[in-house]
């Protein structure tokens, strides 16, 4: 059986990420795949390329193909250099490593102090201002004060009133 080193595609449009697979050369590129042996990311910045360098070495010993793509990626993890013998290619750029969110947390912590805001840092809360009477409540209020019980809607008053 022929086998060759080739490029799965996976991802979404405009999106693509890639396995490195050995699989039959008359499969489908995305069909069955005898074993997965790295990944490329070339959307990222630099590039993520992550081979299984014994494995790659083992498959082409063997006799397996890489296509062209594979085969310049080999060239730049240094694998194809090693299994033709010849001296090995500068080293690869990597992303520099992310940064731990608690260590940024802690960090912003500690700079702020740990102090409490100081007073006049804070805006007061607004109050509500006074509400401003209608002219019915002056009617109301004006009928109440002349002593008449009709000031309450024309509900007859008592006595214990």
Do not use: C
């Amino acid at each position: 059986m022929a086998t060759k080193i080739k490029l799965m595609r996976l991802g979404k449009m405009r999106a693509p990420y890639y396995r490195i697979v050995v699989a039959d050369s008359r499969t489908k590129r995305e069909g069955r795949v005898i074993e997965t042996i790295g990944k490329y990311h070339p959307k990222e910045e630099p590039s993520f390329i992550e081979v299984d360098s014994e494995r790659a070495q083992y498959w082409l010993g063997v006799g397996a193909q890489p296509t062209e793509p594979v085969a310049a990626i080999f060239r730049v993890t240094g694998d194809w250099q090693r299994f033709k013998g010849e001296a090995a290619p500068p080293p690869m750029r990597v992303a520099a490593p992310k940064p731990d969110k608690k260590a940024i947390y802690e960090d912003a912590v500690r700079n702020s102090g740990g102090e409490e805001p100081a007073a006049g840092a804070t805006t007061p809360k607004k109050k509500a201002a006074p509400r401003a009477e209608s002219p019915a409540d002056t009617v109301a209020e004006a009928a109440g004060a002349g002593g008449e019980g009709a000031a309450s809607g024309g509900a007859p008053t008592t006595a214990a009133e």
